[in-house]
DNA sequence: TTCCATGTTCCGCA
DNA sequence: TTGCGGAACATGGA
C-alpha cells in the first residue's frame, strides 16, 4: 500500500482525526516497529502531550507534538492507520496503539512488520540522515529540479524512479504507472532519455500521483486508461495490447509493450 | 504447499 | 564508486 499517494492520505486522516487531542497512553503490541525508542520511553514522551501538526515526506509520515519532538511513521510495505471512535474496539492485531482522552484511539497496523517508527527531534534532520531527495509532489521541484535529481544516474528509469535518494515517494506500483504514461519502457537507460522523454515523465508523476491521491489511493479505482488496475500479466491494456511482466530488481515491473517500446 | 507481495537494507560481485 | 541480483525481515493471501 504505502507510497506517496498511501501516506498522503494518512496524512490527511491524522488531521482531520487526531490531532490536538491528549495523548493517555501508548500500547505497545509488537516492539519490533519501535526504531530508536524503546515503548516506556516512547510512552513517556507521547503521554500527557498531543499531536499539532502532520507532514509528509515521501512514504514517510512526520506528526508533531506539543513537546517539541516529533514522530516518524513509515509503513513498509503493508502498514495502514485507522481511528476508532470510543466505542468502537480496535482490530486485535494493531501493533500500536495511540489512546487518546475520552477513549478514542490511533492504530498503527503493519501486518508484515516492516515499518517502523522512530522519536525524532528535527524532521529536516531525519530526512537528511536518511538520505531522502525533495518529495516527487513538492512545489518546489519543478521540471529542472527533476531533471537534475534523475542526472547521473547510470541505471534504468524505473530504478531511479524508487530510488529514494533522488525523489522521494514513488515505489514499484506508482513508477508502473508513471512509466506507463510517460510512454517509457521500463529498461530505459536514464542516460538514454532524451529531452521530451524527460518531459513526459515528469508531467506524468505529477499527474499520476495527484489522481491516485484524488482516488483515495485506491489503484483499482484509477481511470480506465490507467495501467495499474489492469496490472496482471495477460491482462489488456487500454490500448488493447497485452500487459507483460518482467524482474526488475528483485521487484516486478509491470508495461505495455506496445504502449511502451524496448530502449 | 508453494509462490508472491505496495519497502528497505545489507552483502557479494562485476 | 556505482549498480545490480539476491537475501533477509515477517506475515497473509492466492
Not at 54 to 65: E, F, S, T
Not at 69 to 92: K, N
Not at 147 to 172: F, P, S, T
Not at 224 to 246: A, F, I, M, Q
Request: glycine residues 8%; contains cysteine.
Amino acid at each position: 500500500m504505502p507510497e506517496l499517494p498511501d501516506v498522503e492520505i494518512f496524512r490527511a486522516y491524522v488531521a482531520k482525526t487526531s490531532l490536538h487531542r491528549r495523548i493517555l497512553d501508548v500500547e505497545v503490541r509488537r516492539p519490533r516497529v519501535l526504531g530508536n525508542v524503546s515503548a516506556p520511553r516512547l510512552n513517556s514522551a507521547l503521554a500527557g502531550h498531543a499531536f499539532t501538526a502532520v507532514r509528509r515526506h515521501g512514504k514517510h509520515l512526520l506528526l508533531a507534538l506539543d513537546s517539541g519532538r516529533w514522530l516518524a511513521m513509515h509503513f513498509g510495505m503493508t502498514g495502514s492507520l485507522h481511528y476508532y471512535a470510543a466505542d468502537e474496539p480496535p482490530a486485535p492485531d494493531a501493533r500500536i496503539l495511540f489512546d487518546f482522552v475520552r477513549g478514542n484511539r490511533l492504530g498503527y497496523y503493519d501486518p508484515r512488520v516492516l515499518g517502523r517508527i522512530n522519536l525524532i527531534d528535527d524532521p529536516d534532520d531525519y530526512i537528511a540522515q536518511r538520505g531522502l531527495g525533495p518529495d516527487a509532489l513538492d512545489p518546489q521541484l519543478k521540471r529542472p529540479q527533476f531533471e537534475a535529481a534523475l542526472h547521473g544516474a547510470k541505471g534504468i528509469v524505473k530504478a531511479a524512479l524508487m530510488d529514494q535518494g533522488r525523489v522521494a515517494g514513488i515505489g514499484n506500483l506508482y513508477s508502473d504507472e508513471i512509466l506507463y504514461h510517460a510512454h517509457v519502457h521500463p529498461k530505459t537507460p536514464v542516460a538514454a532519455l532524451d529531452g521530451p522523454a524527460l518531459r513526459r515523465l515528469y508531467d506524468s508523476m505529477r499527474t499520476v500521483l495527484k489522481e491516485a491521491i484524488a482516488r483515495g489511493a485506491e489503484p483499482e479505482r484509477l481511470p480506465r486508461d490507467y495501467l495499474l488496475p489492469h496490472r496482471r500479466s495477460g491482462e489488456h491494456c487500454p490500448c488493447g495490447g497485452e500487459v507483460e511482466k518482467t524482474v526488475i530488481a528483485g521487484r516486478s515491473a509491470y508495461f505495455c509493450p506496445r504502449c511502451q517500446p524496448a530502449p
